[in-house]
């Protein structure tokens, strides 16, 4: 089985700075993906970015971007400038790839992160 | 754009009670999932769907079962309620079929159960 290790469980970055998350997992697959959710203080689970193992180019999505190192089965999450609104529980999660999909998330144990105006 | 639904939002129940949730799934979602998480806990996977059969099955007590109806709803049904049971619950949907596990899995905002 998968496991998904955050080893940080709590950060905090002053506002406009650069922080990042880290994340590592454990599988024997080849194939399947990754996930940064966010959960803020709603408790909504959010999607950031997401990563295809597959693919050697680092996901981007405006502000956030992913350090994938697939032979270090390393996974981390940074947020450049960051703003008020990023304060919130971040979760690294794994996917199987299959034939069908409908495979479920493991989640990491997730890390907080606040921002300090 | 439509999201998933969770209904209720909030429940509380007594020990040994039964409680339903139920869930609606983004349209044409063919997937859905459950899961629990306990307080400053990450989500747990309880159960999922494809195509209104049982996909797969995680850490879901035998108190529990779920079923997705012929109108791609599901709902989560828990009985001889616990203590431990309080926990915020998330039902999630996908459209998967050829998606070989690429597609977006989408989360409601979750219902809140709490046992006294």
């Known amino acids: 089985a998968q496991t998904v290790t955050q080893s940080q469980p709590e950060m905090s970055v002053q506002e406009a700075e650069t922080v990042t998350l880290s994340c590592t997992y454990d599988?024997?697959?080849?194939?399947?993906?990754l996930f940064w959710y966010k959960q803020p203080p709603s408790r909504q689970m959010i999607l950031v970015i997401r990563?295809?193992?597959?693919?050697?180019q680092n996901a981007t999505e405006n502000r956030f971007s992913v350090n994938f190192q697939k032979a270090a089965k390393s996974f981390s999450l940074k947020i450049s400038d960051s703003q008020l609104g990023d304060a919130a529980m971040y979760f690294c999660?794994?996917?199987?790839?299959?034939?069908?999909?409908?495979?479920?998330?493991?989640f990491g144990t997730g890390t907080r992160l606040t921002i300090i105006p | 754009a439509a999201g998933v639904i969770q209904s209720p939002r909030h429940l509380i129940k007594e020990k040994r009670e039964t409680a339903t949730l139920k869930c609606y799934p983004i349209?044409?979602?063919?997937?859905v999932y459950w899961y629990q998480q306990g307080p400053g806990q990450d989500p747990q996977f309880l159960i999922s769907f494809y195509e209104k059969m049982q996909s797969d099955k995680g850490s879901i007590p035998d108190r529990f079962s779920a079923q997705q109806f012929s109108d791609y709803h599901s709902e989560l049904n828990m009985s001889s309620l616990e203590l431990g049971d309080s926990a915020l619950y998330f039902c999630?949907?996908?459209?998967?079929?050829?998606?070989?596990?690429?597609?977006?899995?989408?989360f409601g905002e979750g219902s809140w159960l709490t046992v006294v």
């Open positions: 599988t024997s697959e080849s194939d399947y993906y």
């Open positions: 349209p044409r979602h063919d997937t």
């Open positions: 990563q295809e193992a597959y693919k050697q």
């Open positions: 999660a794994y996917r199987s790839m299959t034939n069908f999909g409908n495979e479920k998330l493991t």
């Open positions: 999630a949907s996908s459209l998967e079929t050829g998606a070989r596990g690429g597609n977006t899995i989408y």
